[in-house]
Nanobody, 125 residues
Framework: VQLVESGGGLVQPGGSLRLSCAAS????????IGWFRQAPGKEREGVAC????????FYADSVKGRFTMSRDNAKKMMYLQMNSLKPEDTAVYYC???????????????????WGQGTQVTVSS
């Protein structure tokens, strides 16, 4: 399994960023895929996930309505569109996957089994 994130950077509050993740070594429609983040000195936080079983999305309350996750099974890519960014969204963002299990658990705990190297997102004026 290999996951490679891109698209992070510095953005002003209220701005947008789109993160991308190239996946290999597993099937995007057979395993849950998602994103978690970790800020310095803070616990890992699950952000979003797409269930492999039915393709439904699950989001953390802190990003619901602002972030949208999508996937392209043919290209083996996943994306995280982040709008209305806030300073508290500043963190390293990781794309991730795990064995088949419910996304609600993965987002609530943030403990995906496999993840990439991460990409830094900084929201600041």
């Amino acid at each position: 399994v290999q996951l490679v994130e891109s698209g992070g950077g510095l953005v002003q509050p209220g701005g947008s960023l789109r993160l991308s993740c190239a996946a290999s070594g597993f099937s995007l429609d057979a395993n849950p895929i998602g994103w978690f983040r970790q800020a310095p000195g803070k616990e890992r936080e699950g952000v979003a996930c797409i269930n492999s079983r039915d393709g439904t999305s699950f989001y953390a309350d802190s990003v619901k309505g602002r972030f949208t996750m999508s996937r392209d099974n043919a290209k083996k890519m996943m994306y995280l569109q982040m709008n209305s960014l806030k300073p508290e969204d500043t963190a390293v963002y990781y794309c991730a996957t795990d064995d088949p299990m419910e996304c609600s658990f993965l987002v609530e705990t943030g403990y995906f089994g496999r993840w990439g190297q991460g990409t830094q997102v900084t929201v600041s004026s």
